[in-house]
């Protein structure tokens, strides 16, 4: 069997920074209603908090390359790590005005770990790209669906405030545990014929940015507007907000299952539409049969972490060196995550002017089928 971790424990500490890139994010929800009666917020201003750290995801992604080039990726990769801390603390604990920049330097930080996560993985990983991938997310979904489930129970124990500014302190333990990596000079690239070409003048780069902003479109519209829309169907507030815990859970599953298809060349294309697919399913399955919903949930899920997987996958796979993969990821999940911000705001407006979510799930299946097809495109053999 081959070993997965080339440099041993050293290259294993990506995973830890995995953990960190969804907790500050994913305990918000679960609290807005004590933070917005705290704070005074009224439904769009939540609405805008919540979309607050994607937009920042937006704008920093595309210079994350400029960072790294001039302090190397490890040194920025623990910047991040610092300031991310510093804004988890300062988002609860320097008042209305703290709330809102926090959560802006937050969204900065997490970003600079996005980028620069599938670059690391690129080169530290690059017999078992797909795989150490698939771990990856499986420690960011673990991490953000854990947040989510204490952040009501630890805020009804303390206050809102400390729920969310103690997720500073696993994110300083993994910045200690990643310093030693921090080395004050950055690793030089290895050139490779045509990598200095802008990624932006790439066809592919096109495809995997698109596979990589409809998914996350997907995603957020689902975590946002799901239970609301299984709650019009019938379904508890109770058992609505279990399905959106199970969607965390199943898409551990299914990122851990479709590097199977996505470490080979010749099926890549096929891992990319197997991934896209359950949430087309899904959805049509919520339309036709609304009384299935934990089913329905479950397939959402399953597509969801193995999207999630195949997008950062391609990524990494799309550069020819270092460099260039972080230039992609920039690339990628900057207007990925722009897409992503205005998705769960179409979806409301959808459901505003039509009265009902019926106009909202087809929405979200049209999205799915767009995203299946850019996969293939993108995971095509040569392509």
């Known amino acids: 069997m081959k070993r997965l971790l080339p440099a041993a424990s050293a290259a294993a500490t990506v995973f830890l920074v995995a953990l960190c890139l969804r907790?500050?994010?994913?305990?918000?929800?679960?609290?807005?209603?004590?933070?917005?009666a705290d704070a005074g917020l009224g439904e769009a201003a939540q609405g805008l908090l919540g979309a607050l750290p994607l937009l920042a995801f937006a704008f920093v992604s595309p210079q994350v390359h400029r960072l790294s080039g001039r302090f190397g990726m490890e040194r920025a990769v623990l910047l991040a790590l610092l300031v991310l801390a510093a804004g988890s603390v300062a988002r609860s604990y320097t008042?209305?005005?703290?709330?809102?920049?926090?959560?802006?330097?937050?969204?900065?930080?997490?970003?600079?770990?996005?980028?620069?996560?599938?670059?690391?993985?690129?080169?530290?990983?690059?017999?078992?790209v797909s795989r150490a991938t698939g771990f990856c997310t499986a420690f960011i979904t673990l991490a953000a669906s854990t947040a989510s489930a204490v952040?009501?129970?630890?805020?009804?124990?303390?206050?809102?405030?400390?729920?969310?500014?103690?997720?500073?302190?696993?994110?300083?333990?993994?910045?200690?545990?990643?310093?030693?990596?921090?080395?004050?000079e950055p690793v030089a690239?290895?050139?490779?014929?045509?990598?200095?070409?802008?990624?932006?003048?790439?066809?592919?780069?096109?495809?995997i940015t698109?596979?990589?902003?409809?998914?996350?479109?997907?995603?957020?519209?689902?975590?946002?507007?799901?239970?609301?829309?299984?709650?019009?169907?019938?379904?508890?507030?109770?058992?609505?907000?279990?399905?959106?815990?199970?969607?965390?859970?199943?898409?551990?599953?299914?990122?851990?299952?479709?590097?199977?298809?996505?470490?080979?060349?010749?099926?890549?294309?096929?891992?990319?539409?197997?991934?896209?697919?359950?949430?087309?399913?899904?959805?049509?399955?919520?339309?036709?049969?609304?009384?299935?919903?934990?089913?329905?949930?479950?397939?959402?899920?399953?597509?969801?972490?193995?999207?999630?997987?195949?997008?950062?996958?391609?990524?990494?796979?799309?550069?020819?060196?270092?460099?260039?993969?972080?230039r992609l990821s920039g690339m990628a999940q900057s207007l990925g995550y722009l897409l992503a911000a205005a998705g769960p705001v179409a979806a409301g407006v959808l459901a505003e002017r039509t009265g009902a979510w019926e106009a909202t799930l087809v929405m979200i299946i049209g999205l799915g089928v767009l995203q299946t097809a850019a996969g293939a495109a993108a995971g095509r053999k040569g392509s």
């Open 151 to 184: 952040a009501v129970p630890v805020a009804d124990a303390v206050d809102w405030r400390l729920s969310l500014a103690l997720w500073a302190i696993p994110t300083l333990v993994v910045a200690a545990v990643w310093a030693p990596r921090a080395k004050p």
């Open 210 to 326: 698109a596979f990589m902003g409809l998914q996350s479109t997907c995603f957020y519209v689902l975590v946002t507007w799901l239970p609301t829309i299984e709650i019009s169907h019938g379904v508890s507030e109770r058992t609505a907000g279990l399905h959106l815990f199970l969607i965390q859970g199943m898409g551990i599953l299914g990122g851990l299952a479709v590097p199977l298809l996505l470490r080979d060349p010749a099926t890549r294309a096929l891992g990319a539409i197997a991934a896209s697919l359950p949430v087309v399913v899904a959805m049509g399955g919520l339309l036709a049969a609304p009384g299935l919903a934990v089913l329905w949930a479950a397939i959402a899920g399953l597509g969801q972490g193995a999207s999630l997987v195949a997008a950062l996958t391609l990524i990494s796979l799309g550069g020819r060196t270092a460099s260039e993969t972080t």
């Open 23 to 36: 907790p500050a994010i994913t305990a918000v929800g679960p609290l807005l209603p004590q933070i917005s």
């Open 95 to 128: 008042g209305t005005a703290g709330l809102w920049a926090g959560t802006a330097v937050i969204g900065c930080a997490i970003a600079v770990g996005n980028v620069l996560v599938p670059a690391i993985v690129k080169r530290d990983f690059a017999a078992n």
């Open 189 to 207: 690239d290895v050139s490779v014929p045509g990598a200095g070409a802008p990624v932006w003048r790439q066809p592919r780069a096109w495809l």
